[in-house]
């Protein structure tokens, strides 16, 4: 088994001459595995190329051929990435709270940025984010309680079937489900007390989706 060095100059090799077509520097090398001195990449070179890793193209400078990656991760790499995914699962991004929405009878859209709250980084890590405080039990059934908090990622488009913030005439807000029908628009509750709105396509504009929810016991 390769060592976490030798693994680790492979990878960044193979990685390099996929997106660049050309091997990478030695300078390059040193900076990418953490080495001082050229003389440590040559040793790993000579290495790997021992165990017919990669193999010298001649007459070309910086010419390093990747014959073959290995079947199993040094386990220092491992240890090294559970060590990272463990550190990402418990940091956490502060994002912008907007203020309360209804999850019954539309209100008027609240956009207050003097507030925020803290996520999970995992739940925000790709897009744009914003949080609202649900107010009513029409999502019930979505499991969406009074109270909970809505992390929704921005975007003015949905699919059919999404969870969204729908603006209503530009200035009341509710999170629904949307479905979408040539030009017209439903926005379906998730509970049997309450009734599907149906509403001209102009009239809706999607401010977001939900992509998750926190709850506070």
Do not use: W
Request: charged share 30%.
């Amino acid at each position: 088994m390769l060592t976490e060095k030798q693994y680790n100059l492979l990878v960044f090799i193979n990685k390099i001459n996929k997106e660049k077509g050309q091997c990478p520097s030695f300078d390059e090398m040193k900076e990418a595995i953490g080495l001082k001195s050229k003389s440590g990449i040559h040793a790993l070179i000579s290495s790997l190329e021992e165990r017919n890793f990669i193999r010298r193209l001649p007459h070309k400078a910086r010419a390093l051929e990747v014959i073959r990656m290995p079947r199993f991760k040094p386990q220092a790499v491992i240890d090294e990435e559970k060590k990272r995914e463990q550190a990402l699962k418990n940091s956490s991004a502060v994002i912008p709270l907007y203020g309360k929405i209804a999850a019954g009878t539309p209100i008027e859209a609240i956009a207050n940025e003097t507030e925020t709250i803290q996520v999970p980084f995992e739940m925000v890590a790709l897009g744009q984010f914003y949080a609202l405080k649900i107010e009513g039990d029409s999502m019930i059934e979505a499991g969406i309680m009074d109270g909970d908090t809505a992390i929704i990622r921005k975007q003015n488009q949905a699919d059919n079937g999404k969870i969204v913030v729908a603006l209503v005439d530009n200035q009341e807000a509710t999170l629904k489900i949307l479905k979408k029908d040539r030009d017209m628009v439903r926005l379906i509750p998730c509970n049997k007390d309450y009734e599907t709105r149906v509403l001209s396509a102009d009239r809706v504009k999607v401010q977001g989706v939900l992509s998750g929810i926190i709850r506070q016991y």
